[in-house]
C-alpha cells in the first residue's frame, strides 16, 4: 500500500533525514539521536502541561498529545518525535478496562487468565477496529507532524508479548510467570490472545503511520524475561503478524541523478519500505529472532555492547541503543565518555541510532539530555 503524497516520507520532508536514512541501514555522517521516554515527567513543561488530567485522557486529547510529542523535539534538537501515547492505549480503545496508576503502570479491571476470558476479549474483532476508533490518534499525528517539519515522528507499539503479560497478570509484574505459565499449560488459549494482541496493536501501530509517522518501533519491554526457544515457538510468530499490519506500507522517492542520467533516460522512483525498530529489554539472546520477525533496525538495551550486538546481527542490521540510564546521573566526565564509547561499539553495524537503553529515567535532570543531544552530533566517526 503505498502512503499518501502528502504523507511526510512521500512528500520528500523526511525521507531522507537522519533518522529514516540510518534505520534503512545507510550510515550518515552525524549519528541521530532520540532517547525513549524522552517526553514526560522529566520535563517541567510536561509535568505542569499534565497537572489535572489521567494519563490516557491526556493520550487521547489530540491537542495535548501532540503537545507532549513536541516539547522534548523543541528543547532537546533530538532527531525525532516519539508519539505520546502508551501501549496499552490499542486495549482501551478495543474496550478492555485499563487505567495507568502513576507510579505503576497500566492496571487491569479484569486479568485474562482463562479460555473463556480470551473469548471475551475476541467478541472484539480486531478488523473492526478502523479509522474511526483511532480518529484521536491520527488527529494527534497529523497535528504534530504540521508542526515537526522535516522532523519525523516515530509512531509505535507494544509486542503481543508485553500486552499479554499486562492482560494476563492485571497490571505490571516481575517476572510475568503468570504469562508465561498459559504459554505452557495451555498453549492453544496463548496463541488466540497473542494474535488478538497483535491484530489491535498492529492496527494501532498502522493508523499512525497512515497519519504522517515516518518510522515504527515495536516495544517488546519485556521479552527479555523468555528463553530463545520460547520467544521463537510462542511469541515471534504474533509479533511478525503485528508488523504485518505495517510491512506493506511504502512511498517513492526521486532516483539520486546517475552520472550518465542523459542515457538512462526517464528515470523511475525507488520504492523505499516505512522503517521499523524492534525494541526489548534485556534481549542479548534474542536479537537475531527479533531481527527475524520482520524488523528493519534492532534496538539493544545497555547489558549489550553494540559492537557485540552487531556482531551477533551479522553485520548486516543495523542497531539502536544503547547509553545506560543510570549513566545520566553520573558526572559529565563519566557520561560523555559512555556516550562516546556507545558511539564508537555502533560503527561495527552499519548504521548507528543513538538512544538510551531503555527509557529516560523521571528524576533525569533534561539539561543532560540536551548535552548528550550536542556531543553526538558534534561527534566524527
Ligand atoms: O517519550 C516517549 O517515549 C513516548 C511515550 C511513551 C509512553 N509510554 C508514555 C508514558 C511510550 C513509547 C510508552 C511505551 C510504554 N508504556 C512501554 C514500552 C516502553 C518501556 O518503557 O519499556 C511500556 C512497558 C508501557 C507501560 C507503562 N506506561 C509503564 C510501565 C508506565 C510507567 C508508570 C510510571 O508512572 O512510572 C506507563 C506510564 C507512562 N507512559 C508515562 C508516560 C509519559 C508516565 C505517566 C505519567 O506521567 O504519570
Redo the contacts with the bound molecule.
Keep these: 500500500t503505498s502512503l499518501d503524497p502528502s504523507h511526510p516520507l512521500s512528500a520528500g520532508r523526511t525521507a531522507d533525514s537522519r533518522l529514516v536514512r540510518s534505520y534503512q541501514g545507510e550510515r550518515q555522517e552525524t549519528v541521530p539521536v532520540w532517547?525513549?521516554?524522552?517526553?514526560?515527567?522529566s520535563l517541567p513543561e510536561?509535568?505542569e502541561l499534565?497537572v489535572g488530567t489521567r494519563?490516557l485522557d491526556a493520550?487521547l486529547d489530540p491537542a495535548m498529545a501532540s503537545e507532549?510529542?513536541l516539547q522534548?523535539v523543541r528543547r532537546h534538537g533530538v532527531d525525532a518525535g516519539?508519539?505520546?501515547?502508551?501501549?496499552?492505549v490499542p486495549l482501551k480503545l478495543a474496550g478492555v478496562a485499563v487505567e495507568?496508576?502513576?507510579?505503576?503502570?497500566?492496571v487491569f479491571e479484569q486479568p485474562v487468565r482463562t479460555a473463556a476470558d480470551v473469548a471475551r476479549l475476541e467478541e472484539v474483532d480486531p478488523a473492526s477496529l478502523g479509522a474511526e476508533t483511532f480518529a484521536p490518534i491520527a488527529e494527534a499525528v497529523r497535528l504534530t507532524t504540521a508542526e515537526l517539519g522535516d522532523t519525523p515522528l516515530i509512531g509505535?507499539a507494544?509486542a503481543p508479548f508485553?500486552l499479554a503479560a499486562?492482560l494476563v497478570e492485571g497490571g505490571?509484574s516481575k517476572d510475568h510467570i503468570r504469562a508465561r505459565t498459559l504459554m505452557h499449560a495451555d498453549p492453544e488459549t496463548w496463541a488466540r490472545l497473542m494474535a488478538w494482541s497483535a491484530d489491535v496493536t498492529g492496527a494501532f501501530l498502522r493508523a499512525q503511520l497512515l497519519a504522517g509517522a515516518s518510522a515504527a518501533?515495536l516495544?517488546d519491554?519485556?521479552a527479555g524475561s523468555l528463553s530463545l526457544h520460547d520467544y521463537v515457538e510462542h511469541v515471534a510468530p504474533a509479533s511478525a503478524r503485528a508488523l504485518s499490519h505495517v510491512r506493506d506500507l511504502t512511498y517513492e522517492v526521486p532516483r539520486p541523478p546517475a552520472a550518465d542520467a542523459d542515457a538512462i533516460g526517464d528515470l523511475e522512483p525507488l520504492v523505499r519500505n516505512v522503517p521499523i525498530v524492534h525494541?526489548g529489554?534485556g534481549t542479548g539472546e534474542l536479537l537475531k529472532a527479533m531481527h527475524e520477525v520482520g524488523a528493519d533496525t534492532v534496538g539493544v538495551d545497555y547489558r549489550t555492547p553494540l559492537d557485540e550486538a552487531a556482531r551477533r546481527l551479522g553485520h548486516v542490521v543495523p542497531v539502536q541503543g544503547n547509553v545506560d540510564p543510570a549513566m545520566l546521573d553520573a558526572p559529565w566526565e563519566v557520561l560523555s565518555a559512555h556516550v562516546v564509547d556507545v558511539l564508537e561499539r555502533g560503527r561495527e553495524a552499519p548504521a548507528h541510532v543513538l538512544n538510551l537503553g531503555?527509557?529516560?529515567p523521571?528524576e533525569t535532570d533534561p539539561t543532560v539530555l540536551t548535552r548528550v543531544v550536542e556531543l553526538v552530533h558534534g561527534w566524527r566517526a
Design positions: 532517547f525513549m521516554r524522552q517526553a514526560g515527567r510536561y509535568r499534565r494519563m493520550c507532549m510529542t522534548p516519539i508519539f505520546f501515547s502508551d501501549i496499552v495507568i496508576q502513576p507510579g505503576k503502570g497500566p509505535f507494544g508485553t499486562y505490571p518501533q516495544f519491554s519485556w525494541f529489554v531503555h527509557g529516560v523521571p
